[in-house]
């Protein structure tokens, strides 16, 4: 019942830029903060942004504010990811999250390459 669909990953060269999305269904998507994470195999799971629940906030670690945004459409039960400057160490599996009183969800993630 409960869907978060990620789309967008893909091969990008350094410099480049790509726009991952999620479409949520099954819960009450504007009640929901909602993320991106991010994950290496063999390395711990990185939370790479966050927005609340009407996108009039967000948050994002150093290692990727200033290129990285999010935003969400809560008409469209949507969450983007818009990557720029993308360099080889932001390869990884990136993974659709939604978060409210201590319950996730979670997508099936879509991978992001960049090579060196």
């Known amino acids: 019942q409960v869907q978060l669909v990620e789309s967008g990953g893909g091969l990008v060269q350094p410099g480049g830029s790509l726009r991952l999305s999620c479409a949520a269904s099954g819960f009450t998507f504007s009640n929901y903060a909602m993320s991106w994470y991010r994950q290496v195999p063999g390395k711990e799971r990185e939370r790479v942004a966050t927005v609340g629940t009407t996108g009039g906030t967000t948050n994002y670690p150093d290692s990727v504010k200033g290129r990285f945004t999010i935003s969400r459409d809560n008409a469209k039960n949507a969450v983007y990811l818009q990557m720029d400057s993308l360099k080889p160490e932001d390869t990884a599996v990136y993974y659709c999250?939604?978060?409210?009183?201590?319950?996730?969800?979670w997508g099936q993630g879509t991978q992001v390459t960049v090579p060196s």
């Open positions: 999250n939604a978060w409210n009183s201590g319950r996730h969800y």
